[in-house]
Protein backbone atom coordinates (compact mmCIF):
# COMPACT_ATOMS: atom_id res chain seq x y z
CA UNK A 1 0.00 0.00 0.00
CA UNK A 2 1.46 3.46 -0.78
CA UNK A 3 0.49 6.61 1.37
CA UNK A 4 1.15 10.16 0.38
CA UNK A 5 1.43 12.53 3.28
CA UNK A 6 1.36 16.65 2.14
CA UNK A 7 2.42 19.09 4.65
CA UNK A 8 3.08 22.89 4.74
CA UNK A 9 -0.03 24.65 3.27
CA UNK A 10 -1.41 27.29 5.67
CA UNK A 11 -2.86 31.13 5.35
CA UNK A 12 -0.14 33.35 3.95
CA UNK A 13 -1.08 36.94 2.69
CA UNK A 14 -0.85 37.71 -0.57
CA UNK A 15 2.46 38.38 -2.14
CA UNK A 16 4.02 35.91 0.62
CA UNK A 17 5.63 32.48 0.02
CA UNK A 18 5.04 28.99 1.36
CA UNK A 19 6.61 25.09 0.87
CA UNK A 20 4.61 22.75 0.16
CA UNK A 21 5.99 18.94 0.89
CA UNK A 22 4.49 16.05 -0.17
CA UNK A 23 6.64 12.13 1.10
CA UNK A 24 5.91 8.84 -0.04
CA UNK A 25 5.93 5.46 1.70
CA UNK A 26 5.13 2.03 1.23
CA UNK A 27 5.40 -0.21 -1.54
CA UNK A 28 6.89 1.81 -4.13
CA UNK A 29 8.68 0.75 -6.68
CA UNK A 30 10.08 2.99 -9.61
CA UNK A 31 8.10 6.54 -9.51
CA UNK A 32 8.16 8.28 -12.89
CA UNK A 33 6.42 11.24 -12.47
CA UNK A 34 5.58 13.27 -9.18
CA UNK A 35 2.67 16.14 -9.65
CA UNK A 36 0.69 18.77 -7.80
CA UNK A 37 -2.36 19.83 -8.49
CA UNK A 38 -5.23 22.35 -6.54
CA UNK A 39 -9.20 22.35 -6.75
CA UNK A 40 -10.14 25.54 -6.37
CA UNK A 41 -13.86 25.93 -4.19
CA UNK A 42 -16.51 25.32 -6.87
CA UNK A 43 -13.81 25.15 -9.48
CA UNK A 44 -12.69 21.40 -10.92
CA UNK A 45 -9.50 20.19 -10.21
CA UNK A 46 -6.53 21.10 -12.62
CA UNK A 47 -2.69 20.95 -12.83
CA UNK A 48 -0.06 22.80 -10.84
CA UNK A 49 2.99 21.01 -11.87
CA UNK A 50 4.75 18.26 -12.71
CA UNK A 51 8.57 16.66 -12.46
CA UNK A 52 9.74 13.33 -14.15
CA UNK A 53 12.08 11.07 -12.64
CA UNK A 54 14.82 12.74 -14.78
CA UNK A 55 14.16 16.20 -13.29
CA UNK A 56 11.82 17.67 -16.54
CA UNK A 57 8.89 20.14 -15.46
CA UNK A 58 5.94 21.35 -17.04
CA UNK A 59 4.06 24.22 -15.00
CA UNK A 60 0.41 25.61 -15.66
CA UNK A 61 0.58 29.18 -16.86
CA UNK A 62 -0.68 30.78 -14.02
CA UNK A 63 2.48 29.66 -11.90
CA UNK A 64 4.87 30.09 -14.00
CA UNK A 65 7.70 32.03 -12.44
CA UNK A 66 6.16 31.42 -9.43
CA UNK A 67 6.19 27.95 -8.32
CA UNK A 68 9.16 26.07 -8.76
CA UNK A 69 8.69 22.15 -8.10
CA UNK A 70 11.49 19.89 -7.10
CA UNK A 71 11.94 15.93 -5.70
CA UNK A 72 14.56 14.03 -3.72
CA UNK A 73 14.20 10.77 -4.55
CA UNK A 74 15.90 9.47 -2.00
CA UNK A 75 13.53 10.50 0.25
CA UNK A 76 10.76 9.97 -2.12
CA UNK A 77 9.35 13.62 -1.67
CA UNK A 78 7.77 16.63 -4.03
CA UNK A 79 8.14 19.81 -3.37
CA UNK A 80 6.03 22.88 -4.50
CA UNK A 81 8.03 26.39 -3.55
CA UNK A 82 5.39 29.12 -3.99
CA UNK A 83 6.06 32.58 -3.65
CA UNK A 84 4.78 35.93 -5.03
CA UNK A 85 1.03 34.10 -3.99
CA UNK A 86 -1.93 35.69 -4.77
CA UNK A 87 -5.82 35.12 -3.75
CA UNK A 88 -6.73 33.24 -6.69
CA UNK A 89 -4.09 30.67 -5.69
CA UNK A 90 -6.27 29.95 -3.11
CA UNK A 91 -7.22 25.98 -3.06
CA UNK A 92 -7.09 22.05 -1.50
CA UNK A 93 -3.05 21.32 -3.39
CA UNK A 94 -2.34 17.73 -3.47
CA UNK A 95 0.11 15.63 -4.63
CA UNK A 96 0.15 12.74 -7.46
CA UNK A 97 2.90 10.08 -8.27
CA UNK A 98 2.97 7.68 -10.47
CA UNK A 99 4.82 4.48 -9.78
CA UNK A 100 4.78 1.05 -11.71
CA UNK A 101 1.68 2.58 -14.09
CA UNK A 102 -0.20 3.35 -11.41
CA UNK A 103 -1.51 6.44 -9.99
CA UNK A 104 -1.60 7.46 -6.10
CA UNK A 105 -3.00 10.51 -4.31
CA UNK A 106 -2.79 12.25 -1.11
CA UNK A 107 -5.30 14.20 0.40
CA UNK A 108 -4.35 17.16 0.14
CA UNK A 109 -3.49 20.25 2.15
CA UNK A 110 -5.08 23.97 2.20
CA UNK A 111 -3.80 26.88 1.19
CA UNK A 112 -5.54 29.72 1.85
CA UNK A 113 -3.96 33.32 0.82
CA UNK A 114 -5.83 36.56 2.05
CA UNK A 115 -5.67 39.91 -0.03
Known amino acids: QVQLVESGGGLVQAGGSLRLSCAASGMIFSITSMGWYRQAPGKQRELVAT???????NYADSVKGRFTISRDNAKNTVYLQMSSLKPEDTAIYSCKITSNSLQYWGKGTLVTVSS
Open 51 to 57: ITSGGST
